[in-house]
C-alpha cells in the first residue's frame, strides 16, 4: 500500500471515486461516503465508527449511510453501515463487500478497489432504499480525511 494518503489516490482517482458515489446515490436515498486516514491505533471498525459519527452519517433520514474506511499506512479497511442498512442486508454483506475490495487492493488498484465498493454498497441501498422523487443528497459525496 502506499505510505501516505495523498500517494494512495490520485486527483483523477479521486474524481473518479467521487463520480461512483454520485451514481449509486441517483439510485438511492442512501448516502455513501469514503473516508482516509494516515493511521489510526484503533480497530478499524471502532474508528469507522467513531468518524460515522463524526460525520454526521447517523443523521440521515432513513439510517442509510454507508462509509468506507481506510487507514492507509495501516492497512485497516472497515465499512460502517447505519441501523436502516444494516437491517436490510445479509449479515455478511460489508464482510464481502470488504474482501472485493481488499482482493483490488492487494493488486494495488485502490481506486477500483474503492469503486467497487461503493458500488457494492449502492447496489444494496438501491434494492433496500430506492430514490424516490423529493430525495435529497443529504451529506457530501467528498471523500474525507484527517
Excluded at 461516503?33 to 471498525?45: I, N, P, Y
Excluded at 460489508?94 to 469503486?115: A, M, P, V, Y
Aim: glycine share 6%; aromatic share 6%.
Amino acid at each position: 500500500m502506499a505510505s501516505t494518503v495523498e500517494d494512495f489516490l490520485s486527483k483523477e482517482d479521486e474524481q473518479a471515486i467521487i463520480k461512483a458515489i454520485r451514481e449509486s446515490e441517483q439510485q438511492t436515498s442512501g448516502e455513501i461516503r469514503v473516508h482516509l486516514e494516515h493511521h489510526s491505533k484503533k480497530d478499524a471498525l471502532v474508528r469507522a465508527q467513531e468518524l460515522f459519527h463524526l460525520l454526521k452519517m447517523d443523521n440521515t433520514k432513513d439510517e442509510n449511510g454507508v462509509l468506507i474506511y481506510v487507514a492507509v499506512d495501516d492497512h485497516k479497511l472497515a465499512i460502517c453501515g447505519d441501523r436502516g442498512i444494516n437491517n436490510k442486508v445479509p449479515a455478511d454483506f460489508w464482510e464481502s463487500t470488504k474482501d472485493k475490495i481488499i482482493t483490488q487492493f492487494k493488486q494495488d488498484n485502490f481506486r477500483d478497489g474503492l469503486i467497487d465498493g461503493v458500488r457494492c454498497a449502492g447496489e444494496k441501498l438501491a434494492q433496500y432504499f430506492p430514490w424516490e422523487h423529493g430525495d435529497v443528497n443529504e451529506l457530501p459525496d467528498e471523500i474525507t480525511t484527517s
